[in-house]
């Protein structure tokens, strides 16, 4: 049977990755992915869910090596923009942007007590649909699996790590009220020059409408989405489902249709 590292490897091998850039994802120092692909040693819970994560798949997926598994892990910045007649049912990678928008929400309003990593998977989940609903293409295009807490981006874990170790932001845990939270605290201010006017326009209005909600009410408001009702628990929410929202959540105008 094929051991956890030799499938780690494999998939690494078929993302056309090399050792340096896994370990940077991952977190960990490059002689640590090799010594966890050569079995030398032991992986933790953790980093076996942000593996799984990094791969778009499940942890069964992961440890199993029969299962037949299509890894997407092409960088955004290698690909043309999408025409904007387009419908991109495949969520393009683009962790640059995914970067800047984390740290233009937190130097915006990561101050506020209620602003921990719930309320930031929540916010990035309707930027990223909002935007596609308006426009048909992407804005971060990152990958948003249904759970029972709301849509939660898979890429979040990798990026973060990425930003911790290159220190543009710091992790801080505690309490908020009686509840454990995770809080992002900026160390540098977010490059507003990867965004175009609209994209900066969609996501003030997406935080003016939402960055006051704590993690229970962003996630009730998240179950009542048509793209997190209509998709299977466990599954990745395929964007195309905004054209489908009810009037309550769509952000399209008269004037988009046009």
């Known amino acids: 049977?094929?051991?956890?590292?030799?499938r780690i490897k494999e998939l690494r091998l078929r993302a056309g990755m090399s050792q340096e850039d896994l370990s940077l994802k991952l977190g960990v120092k490059?002689?640590?992915l090799s010594q966890m692909e050569s079995g030398d040693r032991k992986i933790c819970v953790e980093e076996l869910n942000l593996l799984a994560e990094i791969f778009r798949m499940t942890l069964d997926e992961l440890a199993n090596p029969s299962a037949?598994?299509?890894?997407?892990?092409e960088e955004a910045e290698r690909r043309a923009e999408p025409e904007p007649q387009m419908r991109i049912d495949v969520p393009q990678k683009n962790s640059l942007k995914f970067r800047e928008v984390i740290l233009y929400i937190l130097n915006k309003i990561g101050a506020k007590p209620n602003i921990g990593e719930t309320v930031l998977y929540k916010l990035l989940y309707f930027i990223d649909f909002d935007y596609y609903e308006k426009y048909e293409v992407q804005l971060i295009g990152a990958t948003y699996r249904k759970n029972k807490f709301g849509p939660t981006p898979l890429e979040f874990k990798a990026i973060i790590q990425q930003m911790k170790k290159v220190e543009d932001l710091m992790i801080v845990?505690?309490?908020?009220?009686e509840y454990p939270q995770t809080k992002y605290l900026p160390l540098r201010p977010a490059k507003i020059?990867?965004?175009?006017?609209?994209?900066?326009?969609?996501i003030d209005q997406v935080l003016e409408r939402l960055s006051d909600k704590n993690a229970s009410q962003i996630s009730e408001y998240s179950h009542q989405d048509v793209p997190w009702l209509s998709t299977l628990d466990g599954q990745s929410i395929p964007y195309e489902s905004v054209f489908y929202r009810?009037?309550?959540?769509?952000?399209?105008?008269?004037?988009?249709?046009?």
């Open 1 to 6: 049977m094929v051991s956890i590292g030799a």
């Open 246 to 258: 009810t009037p309550a959540y769509s952000v399209r105008t008269d004037e988009d249709e046009t």
């Open 68 to 73: 037949e598994v299509k890894v997407h892990l």
């Open 30 to 32: 490059r002689t640590t």
């Open 193 to 202: 020059s990867v965004f175009s006017a609209r994209e900066i326009a969609l």
């Open 173 to 177: 845990t505690g309490k908020y009220f």
